[in-house]
């Protein structure tokens, strides 16, 4: 089966006791159990629930992997994961990371002792050299954010492979529509499926997606045993989501090609990052391991922050807002919205000045986007 068709049907099968096509929403907290220790499958929502099941068999296939666990959010998972590091281990992570991610790297640090290294430099030799005899994990985004830059997966994972260490790829920014990294080399695929999987700004959630059957064993107890599960409402609406993701990455990829040539050409505009064009560092990378170069533009504007204070809430179809992936457009300010929480000179280390901002390009008429973006412009 091929993707478009594994999307809507993976995980997904008639209610055994009524036919409804779609599996309702198992809202339940515990199950009934014949006789004391034997159940069906599921005995308490915390560690198993039907719809996380058919998530997880759906995110499995989409990325190509054996197995995925679902959890409470994004960093729900990304804890799940740095939980089965122990005092003393290193991590070696890509500089244009999450805040979120940086922010638990640096509270693991600082209170577990786990250290990390973040390389500014992408490169495969920049990650191998930054590791030592205790690195456990090479932790990666491509697309990164906000910067929009392109990691070598292959690459980066060859070189992990070869000193023993484990690549964990944060897919988010791509989606598995448009990318993935299991297939390139990497051991585990991350995904806030708050993002493009759920599609519509209206839940949060996240997933580990692996074929190493004994990690993933490691990785659904610590989801048990932390309590870092989602609930069955929102893994039923993310499992809606996923089903229209190729759609919708399609048309976000069109949308935020023709967003981002019109701004490179506009007179307000210091640089664009965009994958998708050829002056983009990474582009031939980005070519060659991504089907298409996603929704996300960010670009740093000729002009006042006050003035982008001032006016970036007056954009009518980008709302200024975090998060990203949805259907509508949204735009952001990351030095005083998803990065406000690195310091002020990690952020200007990895050029997230006071004049970048970051596009989630929606779905929405394109002329409409870009008329908007027009009468910002003029304002700033
Ligand atoms: C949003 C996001 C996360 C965190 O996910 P939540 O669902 O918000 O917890 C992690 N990585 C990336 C790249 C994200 O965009």
């Not at 070519?287 to 960010?298: I, L, Y």
Request: charged share 20%; with cysteine; glycine share 8%.
């Amino acid at each position: 089966m091929k993707f478009k068709t594994k999307a809507i049907h993976a995980g997904q099968h008639p209610d055994h006791d009524t036919g409804a096509v779609i599996p309702p929403i198992y809202q339940t907290s515990t199950y009934a159990q014949p006789t004391p220790g034997h159940h069906q499958e599921f005995e308490y929502t915390r560690a198993g629930n039907p719809n996380f099941r058919n998530l997880e068999t759906a995110l499995a296939a989409m990325e190509g992997g054996q197995h995925a666990v679902v959890y409470s959010s994004g960093l729900g998972a990304e804890t799940a994961l740095f939980s089965l590091l122990s005092s003393g281990d290193h991590v070696v992570v890509s500089s244009d990371v999450y805040g979120g991610t940086y922010r638990l790297l640096a509270q693991m640090k600082s209170r577990f002792g786990i250290d990390f290294t973040s390389v500014d430099d992408l490169s495969p030799e920049a990650f191998g050299d930054a590791a030592t005899e205790r690195t456990k994990l090479f932790w990666l985004e491509s697309p990164t954010n906000p910067r929009l830059q392109i990691v070598d997966i292959t690459a980066v994972s060859k070189r992990a492979r070869s000193q023993g260490i484990t690549t964990v790829v944060d897919n988010t920014f791509a989606s598995p529509y448009l990318q993935n990294p299991l297939a390139l080399g990497a051991d585990v695929v991350l995904h806030s499926t708050t993002k493009y999987v759920g599609g519509h700004s209206d839940l949060i959630g996240g997933a580990l997606i692996t074929s190493d059957a004994a990690l993933h064993d490691r990785l659904h107890f610590a989801r048990m045993a932390y309590g870092l599960n989602p609930s069955p409402f929102d893994t039923w609406l993310a499992h809606r989501g996923l089903k229209t993701l190729a759609l919708r990455m399609e048309a976000h990829c069109v949308n935020a090609a023709q967003v981002a040539g019109y701004l490179q050409k506009h007179d307000r505009m210091k640089i664009v990052y965009y994958p998708g064009l050829e002056s983009h560092p990474g582009h031939a990378v980005a070519k060659r391991q991504m089907k298409a170069f996603g929704g996300m533009v960010s670009a740093v504007v000729d002009g006042s922050s006050e003035k982008l204070h001032q006016h970036l809430g007056s954009l009518t179809c980008f709302r200024l807002a975090e998060s990203l992936g949805g259907v509508e457009s949204l735009v952001c300010h990351p030095a005083t919205m998803t990065h406000a929480s690195l310091p002020a000179e990690v952020r200007k280390q990895r050029g997230i000045s006071d004049t970048l901002i970051r596009l989630s390009v929606g779905i929405e008429d394109v002329e409409d986007l870009l008329e908007d973006l027009e009468k910002f412009l003029k304002k700033v």
